[in-house]
């Protein structure tokens, strides 16, 4: 069973920088594509950022020029670098992979447990 473990969450002043890393385990195979999520309180979840295997990446126009996602092939891993942060992006962070295939099983959206992000001074 592929599992996921998110870290890099906490709390951080407006203009501030974290950084978010998401670990796949479970004798992994491939990862078409790792992204981010975020869940503000109240509000429905949106999508953040995604990159490929290839290394195509997209973001979304809130956090576009202020936040990169980067992954880690050889270490099933991605990453989000969250630079000036802004008191909005206050969310739950989820790490969502797509279309895992491991030795044992091939699953089309897997998510993390989520990791609490706040900005605020």
């Known amino acids: 069973q592929v599992q996921l473990v998110e870290s890099g969450g906490g709390l951080v002043q407006p203009g501030g920088s974290l950084r978010l890393s998401c670990a796949a385990s479970?004798?992994?195979?491939?990862?078409?594509?790792m992204g981010w999520y975020r869940q503000a309180p109240g509000k429905q979840r949106e999508w953040v950022a995604t990159?490929?295997?290839?290394?195509?990446?997209n973001e979304a126009t809130s956090v576009k020029g202020r936040f990169t996602i980067s992954r880690d092939n050889a270490k099933n891993t991605v990453y989000l670098q969250m630079s000036t942060l802004k008191p909005e992006d206050t969310a739950v962070y989820y790490c969502?992979?797509?279309?895992?295939?491991?030795?044992?099983?091939?699953?089309?959206?897997?998510w993390g447990q989520g990791t609490q992000v706040t900005v605020s001074s």
């Open positions: 479970g004798s992994i195979v491939s990862i078409y594509a």
């Open positions: 990159i490929t295997t290839g290394g195509s990446t």
């Open positions: 969502n992979l797509e279309r895992v295939r491991s030795a044992y099983s091939y699953e089309n959206v897997i």
